[in-house]
C-alpha cells in the first residue's frame, strides 16, 4: 500500500532554514509527479511546491516561491523541501502526495517563531 513519512520539521526562528524529506513507498515513485502541501491551524490546505517525475520540473505557490526549493531522489524514493529564509507565516504542518492520488502521509510541523 501507499505510505508516505515527513519528517524534518521542527521550531526555527525568522530567517532559518529547514529541510523537509517525504520518504514514499507503495508505488512508482520514479514516474510519479510530487507534490508538498502545507496546512495552518484554522486555515484551507494550501499548495506549496510541485516536482515533476523525470525531469523535476518544479512549480511554486507565490509565497514561497524563490524561498522554497523542491527536489527529489528517485533511487531512493525521497523528496525534499529545502525551506529557507523562513517566515512566521510559514507555520503549518507540511504534506506530502503523490501528484493525482489521494494518499497522504502524517504530516511533519513547521514552527517559524523568535
Known amino acids: 500500500q501507499v505510505q508516505l513519512v515527513e519528517s524534518g520539521g521542527g521550531l526555527v526562528q525568522p530567517g532559518g532554514s529547514l529541510r523537509l524529506s517525504c520518504a514514499a513507498s507503495g508505488f512508482t515513485f520514479s514516474t510519479t509527479d510530487m507534490k508538498w502541501y502545507r496546512q495552518a491551524s484554522g486555515k484551507a490546505r494550501e499548495f506549496v511546491a510541485h516536482?515533476?517525475?523525470?525531469?523535476?520540473?518544479?512549480y511554486y505557490g507565490a509565497s514561497v516561491r524563490g524561498r522554497f526549493t523542491a527536489s527529489r531522489d528517485n533511487a531512493n524514493s525521497i523528496m525534499y523541501l529545502q525551506m529557507n529564509n523562513l517566515k512566521p507565516e510559514d507555520t503549518a504542518m507540511y504534506y506530502c502526495?503523490?501528484?493525482?492520488?489521494?494518499?497522504w502521509g502524517q504530516g511533519t510541523q513547521v514552527t517559524v517563531s523568535s
Open positions: 502526495t503523490p501528484n493525482g492520488m489521494d494518499y
Open positions: 516536482i515533476s517525475a523525470v525531469l523535476g520540473t518544479t
